[in-house]
């Protein structure tokens, strides 16, 4: 009973913030991503009777505390749906930097949730699976239905899963990603949503937004698709910035990216930019003017990575496992 997954992250395009039930990891909304690639998380899983107890290893380093608590989340669920009680061994590995608003743990738990299944001898659709990854992290459930996917808010698995979003933009986008290496967590700023005073404005407008996001994405209007992106994200910030803990994710190396960003749609180049949680930046331009963009987002004195549009989690040969 071993499997071996690999998963792509998201980038948030209409993102989630804070959580009706934190231990189904239930949002209180919607939320619209797109996975990048060629980026990923692999991640080997094997259910082993000769195991005292179950062994998380993330990049090299046992798990324990919370992160073991969200892993141990998506192994229960996977016990529970397939009637076995046996020890696991996890070991997952990013391709990527992790902790700086790159969506690792997105990926992570995408692989993590579909190599369980996989080893499980568990047969689920795409979005089936999707709400098992949810119990890690809302986000994994769109990194495993992959491209463009949408994760409806809802109170049970049959209406909080995520869907793919067909779009023809998926060959058109490319993603530049200027990598601002400011260590970052997301939990606390979860739990605490509901207390920012602009919480209760976002939940009013996001649902408008989500509604533009989808009809941009189907009918392949970049622009507005976009637009709507670099709204969401600076709407987002608004609300972590102004709850109890005032949370300020931004390094100047991001704000020097905006500036550079709004430079280049000035001059006729269209970019626009996005965050996570995190102080690192995406800029959604495409493939014909991917180049220029990175050149001028590298001038701002970080790395670089150019990504495309990444399909949905998927098992992986037994000669990739990592053990």
């Known amino acids: 009973m071993k ?3 690999v998963a792509h992250p998201i980038q948030g395009l209409v993102k989630y913030h804070g959580m009706v039930d934190p231990e189904l990891r239930l949002p209180y909304h919607d939320s619209i991503s797109v996975c990048t690639a060629p980026s990923h998380t692999k991640t080997t899983v094997e259910f082993d009777d000769a195991l005292d107890a179950d062994r998380y290893v993330v990049d090299g380093q046992q798990v324990a505390g919370r992160g073991a608590e969200r892993i141990g989340n998506v192994v229960a669920r996977v016990r529970s749906l397939a009637g076995v009680s046996t020890p696991v061994r996890l070991e997952s590995e990013s391709d990527f930097p992790t902790n700086v608003g790159l969506g690792s743990s997105s990926s992570g738990f995408a692989a993590a949730a579909t190599a369980l299944c996989a080893a ?12 098992v990854a949810r119990r890690g992290s809302a986000s994994a459930a769109r990194a495993v239905t992959g491209g463009f996917s949408d994760l409806r808010a809802g109170l049970n698995d049959r209406d909080c899963r995520a869907e793919r979003i067909d779009s023809p933009l998926e060959g ?21 949503a509901a207390e920012s005073h602009l919480f ?7 649902h408008g937004q989500l509604g533009t996001m989808r009809d941009a994405l189907r009918e392949g209007d970049f622009e507005r698709a976009f637009e709507c992106a670099e709204g ?3 709407s987002l910030a608004a609300t972590t910035m ?7 994710y931004w390094r100047p190396a991001t704000l020097e990216i905006f500036a550079a960003v709004r430079e280049l749609r000035e001059g006729g180049v269209p970019a626009y930019f996005s965050t996570d949680t995190g102080a690192t930046v995406y800029v959604n ?7 220029r963009v990175a050149a001028r987002v590298a001038d701002c004195g970080v790395e670089t990575r150019t990504w495309e549009v990444g399909g949905p989690a998927r098992v992986v040969e037994d000669s990739a496992a990592l053990f």
């Not at 102004?242 to 300020?248: E, I, L, M």
Request: aromatic share 4%; net charge negative; hydrophobic share 40%.
């Open 172 to 192: 058109e986008l490319r993603i530049v990603v200027g990598i601002v290496p400011a260590y970052k967590e997301t939990e606390h700023a979860h739990r605490e």
């Open 120 to 131: 499980a001898e568990l047969d689920l659709s795409n979005p089936e699976l999707s709400t």
């Open 232 to 234: 969401d994200s600076l």
């Open 3 to 5: 499997a071996t997954a």
């Open 200 to 206: 209760a404005a976002r939940l009013a407008h996001v």
């Open 242 to 248: 102004t709850g109890p803990s005032g949370w300020v």
């Open 285 to 291: 331009t495409t493939a014909e003017h991917a180049e």
